[in-house]
């Protein structure tokens, strides 16, 4: 085990730094953001005199390694728009705020995906399935963006029962939460409900029935536990793509996690920050896959880690 | 003033009369939403108006723009010219930063000298003409320049040349001072919290005087229809850029207003005449004038907000034609004549249209709206947009415009010289459109040296007439844009883009 853990840390090593460069030359090639820093307004002398101070009219490899010998001794580089503050400062001081919704949104999912999906199975075929398999799919097709709109308008505007946005107000992160825990709580539902399906159809669960146990027991105490792997797996998964920030939800709601910042930064070509950002996120998803990885073989015996 | 939630205002009032004994006091506060955040408060560098409406209310200036638009007395109570280079300017006395300590002569040497003598900060470029402040005494100092700057005062009352307190600054760096600042405005930030909000306090022992409000709250939220939402739900007082699509249900709200808030960005189409273009003839320049209406482009594409133009003018900037604000040129069959005169029948000419997508409010829009009208009197089009950072590095900056292209050009220094220096044999403008013109620059460079305001006015203006006749850039309007403003406040907007909020009133 530890030899597997071992590994696949050493794994990431190769893929961090496929992500660097492809985020380096990505943002070098979309446009630099001299021209957006002084406006339409600056003379030719000055783009180049600013350009030139940022180190922007090097050539791409030696910015590259320049920045990577900065990155590895642990310096992101500084925000250029957020006047040369240190960009992981930065995107850590985002971190709490992004917890805070991905957490809500989770919850969110969980309690609507788990009594949707056993309702759904327990009356297969019947209209308490087709309502909670209607839902799920709406849930997942409806754009983040359009429900975000769609529940400020009825429970911040309309009812005035929740604040709009932001972050500061009491019970602000009920919108965004649900907004960002639909799909999720969809994607769940059909996810859970077909592998609660799959277990009731195997011959351990007609046994229970033959031996009159009550059908919530055999639910709850059977089907459930032996169909609950997949969904934690996926809840795992997704928990490490929430922490990588929500970029539409957060804008939106202007809720100021990692979603807001990293969208922000990327229209102000602020590339210490976004590049930051991406390879914390891909550090998150990896540790995290990991982590899933190993919950498996301890949950089930059955998976082994040579 | 936000959010009227009318439990809390039960529990409030409840929870005040305990406290008190029946006397009721409520925190009179203002929330205004804009979509961007502040960089932070490192005023020399940044170059966004959108920022500096927020800094006018922390920092002040020597001098600063009134409502009309004109130059008033600020932490500056009068000045005069001494020489050709150097103006004399006798600070207000008594004047005192956020932290209780006293604004001298010194402190405005250290702000002003440093924007004008560190070329790695932002606004150099706009200061560089200043070779030094001299301190007089504690209340009065001397600007010197490096010869006749006649828009020495335009500089001094924008972006960059708010006071600040040099020994607070001494102790703090720049990068402290960027994070919690302190100046002379009537407020005061308590707290900064990145892409969510500024909250900053009225500053009692201000100047002018207690500012009418206990707390200006500004927030950050991107979202257009999020900002709308929060002020119509009483949610914030004031909200830039609104979108016009939402103007009637703001005002259906019965809780705001949206009104015009006039900008001095005007939309631009920059003619590429070099090579063997077609655009190198004067007739087909003209013609395309001509054949665009201006004012019908204003009402299709933003609903009537904006004003037609012919130049880069706008009220509020100094030194600049007025002859060509408000007015434009427009005769299609004049046009469809002009066309044949320059050898082209209907639909022979085919000229490609490029543009930014998404840098301005219906920029994209726009163009096909312009589209249409070069159709109408038989010129081909095809319209090529890109988003802005694409356009800028592969279109604008380069000098490779393809045909005609759109840009919004503001003033950051309000003065008719910014707006067509650049069109200069050589500058930017020039480099674009392939226009010189010798009895121009003549002109530009007499005005640049003339310090008497009147005769130098004139030298801009005989300038602006030769730009103007060359068609090299055809101006479409002014942009304004919508701010809404809840009717429980008394405020109207400046034409200079200012959020002053000292004037806003509770109502």
Aim: glycine share 8%; proline share 5%; net charge negative.
């Amino acid at each position: 085990m530890t030899n597997y853990i071992i590994r696949r840390i050493l794994q990431m090593i190769p893929v961090l730094f496929g992500v660097t460069l492809l985020v380096f030359l990505l943002l070098r090639v979309s446009g630099d953001p001299v021209q957006l820093m002084l406006g339409e307004d600056a003379t030719a002398e000055q783009v180049a005199q600013l350009r030139a101070a940022m180190g922007l009219d090097r050539p791409l490899h030696v910015q590259y390694i320049s920045y990577m010998s900065d990155l590895l001794r642990g310096d992101f580089g500084t925000s250029i728009r957020y006047n040369n503050q240190p960009a992981l400062q930065v995107v850590l001081e985002r971190l709490p705020a992004t917890a805070q919704l991905a957490g809500m949104a989770l919850l969110v999912a969980i309690v609507i995906s788990l009594p949707a999906a056993i309702i759904a199975a327990y009356w297969r075929g019947r209209i308490p399935d087709y309502i909670a398999s209607f839902l799920s799919v709406l849930g997942q097709a409806m754009p983040s963006f359009w429900f975000g709109i769609m529940l400020i308008l009825v429970f911040g505007i309309t009812l005035s029962w929740l604040p709009v946005s932001g972050q500061d107000q009491p019970g602000a992160v009920i919108l965004p939460g649900l907004a960002l825990g639909a799909s999720l709580a969809g994607v769940l539902t059909r996810l859970l409900r077909s592998s609660l399906l799959e277990v009731m159809n195997q011959d351990f669960i007609r046994t229970a029935r033959a031996k009159g146990l009550h059908p919530r027991t055999i639910i709850f105490r059977h089907v459930l536990r032996n169909s609950i792997l997949s969904y934690l797996t996926v809840i795992g998964l997704e928990t490490a793509a929430l922490m990588a920030g929500a970029v539409v939800t957060e804008q939106v709601f202007a809720w100021p996690g990692i979603g807001l910042l990293v969208i922000q930064a990327i229209n102000f070509r602020d590339m210490a920050v976004v590049q930051a950002v991406i390879i914390l996120s891909a550090i998150i998803v990896m540790m995290t896959s990991l982590i899933v990885d190993i919950l498996y073989s301890l949950i089930d015996p059955r998976i082994q880690h040579g | 003033m936000s959010r009227l939630n009318p439990k809390r205002m039960l529990l409030g009032a409840v929870f005040a009369a305990l406290m008190t004994g029946g006397a009721l006091a409520q925190d009179r506060e203002l929330v205004i939403a804009q979509g961007i955040d502040t960089p932070g408060f490192d005023i020399h560098n940044h170059s966004t108006s959108a920022v500096e409406a927020i800094h006018v209310n922390i920092f002040d200036y020597l001098v600063m723009r009134d409502q009309a638009g004109e130059l008033q007395p600020a932490l500056a109570t009068d000045w005069e010219q001494v020489s050709d280079s150097a103006m004399r300017f006798h600070l207000r006395e008594g004047v005192l930063f956020h932290d209780g300590t006293t604004m001298t002569a010194e402190d405005v040497k250290f702000s002003l000298e440093r924007p004008a003598l560190d070329p790695a900060v932002l606004q150099h470029s706009f200061y560089d003409t200043i070779t030094e402040v001299e301190v007089v005494n504690d209340h009065e100092i001397i600007i010197h320049t490096d010869g006749p700057d006649p828009i020495l005062l335009n500089r001094i009352s924008r972006i960059g040349s708010g006071i600040v307190p040099k020994a607070y600054v001494d102790e703090v760096g720049w990068e402290g001072f960027s994070q919690k600042p302190i100046g002379t405005g009537p407020f005061k930030v308590v707290e900064w919290l990145r892409d969510d909000r500024i909250i900053m306090e009225g500053f009692d022992e201000h100047w002018r005087g207690a500012p009418a409000w206990d707390r200006l709250i500004h927030r950050t939220i991107p979202e257009a229809s999020t900002r709308v939402g929060e002020l119509i739900s009483g949610g914030v007082d004031i909200a830039t850029n609104i979108p016009s699509q939402d103007r009637d249900r703001v005002e259906g709200s019965g809780i705001a207003h949206a009104v015009p808030w006039p900008s001095f960005r005007v939309m631009q189409l920059f003619l590429n005449t070099k090579d063997d273009s077609p655009l190198a003839d004067p007739k087909v320049r003209e013609a395309i004038d001509l054949a665009i209406d201006n004012q019908m482009l204003i009402d299709t594409v933003t609903n009537g907000l904006g004003t037609p133009v012919r130049a880069a003018v706008t009220p509020g900037l100094s030194a600049v034609p007025m002859a060509y604000y408000d007015t434009y040129n427009f005769d299609p069959e004049r046009a469809v004549q002009l066309l044949e005169e320059a050898g082209y029948g209907p639909n022979e000419l085919q000229l490609k249209l490029q543009g930014p997508a998404g840098r301005y409010p219906l920029d994209v829009e726009t163009l096909e709206i312009v589209a249409v009208m070069l159709n109408a009197v038989g010129i081909q089009t095809e319209i090529e947009t890109l988003e802005w950072s694409a356009y800028e590095s592969r279109v604008w900056t380069p000098n490779t415009i393809d045909g005609i292209a759109l840009i919004g050009h503001a003033n950051s220094l309000q003065d008719g010289y910014h707006a067509v220096q650049r069109a200069r044999c050589g500058f930017e403008f020039s480099l674009k459109t392939g226009w010189c013109n010798e009895e121009f620059d003549k002109l530009i460079e007499q005005s640049a040296a003339t310090v008497d305001p009147e005769e130098r006015a004139q030298q801009i203006s005989d300038a602006f007439d030769l730009f103007v006749a060359s068609n090299t850039v055809l101006h479409l309007f002014q942009v304004e844009n919508l701010i809404g403003v809840s009717t429980s406040v008394d405020w109207s907007p400046s034409p200079d883009e200012q959020l002053w909020m000292y004037d806003a009133q509770p109502q």
